[in-house]
């Protein structure tokens, strides 16, 4: 079945730099566009970024945009999030989501159980 | 800036009908989709492409849509339908992905 594992949360310093990174499995990671949503505690969901199945297309959120990286690595397996330039804004449990293959079609068909950034000093 | 548009709650007695909606300009032309988020969990698919209803969603979950309002029905309402409810589609040139404020559920 389809898995999403993310990891790299945890507290950092307003300014600073965190990766997470997604480990997929279950399904054929590089036919699938990604993409991280976040929601910040009691807050609704937010989309930040997506990537094409080839790592060729990548959109942001204008609240990330500049200070986010994403990118995959289809031969991992692995999607990941460099994030930069952090504020409080940016505390929020992130997760990573499938998005089905299906031109037009855009949204998230698998999630995963997310992880959590806080950023304090 | 593009949005989409959810009543911040919903409250109905279990059995009742629930509706909740999401209005937004672009939503004549792109389809929407539903998450159900329950407390510490992971959204879940309830509904795409307007109505239709993934593997394992039950038949209580419907959709419609009118113009730029998009209505998420739950039939016969259930307790364990509590949950805050998202509504989610893209902007006219399919460049980003959006999400609705979120509506509460209450089951009374």
């Known amino acids: 079945q389809v898995q999403l594992v993310e990891s790299g949360g945890g507290l950092v310093k307003p300014g600073g730099s965190l990766r997470l990174s997604c480990a997929a499995s279950?399904?054929?990671?590089?036919?699938?566009?990604m993409s991280w949503i976040r929601q910040a505690p009691g807050k609704g969901l937010e989309w930040i970024s997506y990537i094409s199945s080839s790592g060729s297309v990548k959109q942001y959120a204008d609240s990330v945009k500049g200070r986010f990286v994403i990118s995959r690595d289809n031969a991992k397996n692995s999607l990941d999030l460099h994030m930069s330039r952090l504020g409080a804004e940016d505390t929020a449990t992130y997760y990573c989501?499938?998005?089905?293959?299906?031109?037009?079609?855009?949204?998230?068909?698998?999630w995963g159980q997310g992880t959590p950034v806080t950023v304090s000093s | 800036s593009y949005e989409l548009t959810q009543p911040p709650s919903v409250s109905v007695s279990p059995g009742q009908t629930a509706r909740i909606t999401c209005s937004g300009d672009?939503?004549?032309?792109?389809?929407v989709y539903w998450y159900q988020q329950r407390p510490g969990q992971a959204p879940v698919v309830v509904l795409y492409?307007?109505?239709e209803r993934p593997s394992g969603i039950p038949e209580r979950f419907s959709g419609s849509r009118s113009g730029s309002t998009v209505t998420l029905t739950i039939s016969g309402v259930l307790a364990e339908d509590e949950a805050d409810y998202y509504c989610?589609?893209?902007?006219?040139?399919?460049?980003?992905?959006?999400f609705g404020g979120g509506t509460k559920l209450t089951v009374l």
């Open positions: 279950g399904f054929t990671f590089s036919d699938y566009y």
């Open positions: 989610q589609s893209s902007d006219s040139s399919n460049t980003y992905r959006l």
């Open positions: 672009a939503l004549p032309i792109q389809y």
């Open positions: 989501a499938r998005e089905p293959s299906i031109v037009f079609e855009y949204y998230f068909d698998s």
């Open positions: 492409r307007d109505s």
